[in-house]
């Protein structure tokens, strides 16, 4: 079965960095469509960021010029480097994998990203 599997998350302050991994197992990684998802309490799931298994990368634009999404196939793995953290950028980020549009998709547990000084 396929199993995608974040870490990285924790607690920084306002304008700091941090560095969430996805790594990912059960699949042809290079065959899938991979993103990166957060959700605040109260808030409904938001898609931050894309890699399409064509090459391409998509940004939101709430996070655009901030982070930075990149993909390893040799490693099954996707990063989410994240800079200029804002308080509201407190959420739960989430690793979702999917072949194409006709799938809802595969996810990951989750990782706790709190920005707060």
């Known amino acids: 079965q396929v199993q995608l599997v974040e870490s990285g998350g924790g607690l920084v302050q306002p304008g700091g960095s941090l560095r969430l991994s996805c790594t990912a197992s059960g699949m042809i990684f290079k065959l899938w469509d991979m993103a990166w998802y957060r959700q605040a309490p109260g808030k409904e799931r938001d898609l931050v960021a894309t890699s399409f298994k064509g090459g391409s990368i998509d940004y939101s634009d709430f996070v655009r010029g901030r982070f930075t999404l990149s993909r390893d196939n040799a490693k099954n793995t996707i990063y989410l480097q994240m800079d200029g953290l804002k308080p509201e950028d407190t959420a739960i980020y989430y690793c979702?994998?999917?072949?194409?549009?006709?799938?809802?998709?595969?996810w990951g547990q989750g990782t706790q990203v709190t920005v707060s000084s």
């Open positions: 979702n994998g999917r072949r194409g549009p006709w799938e809802d998709g595969n």
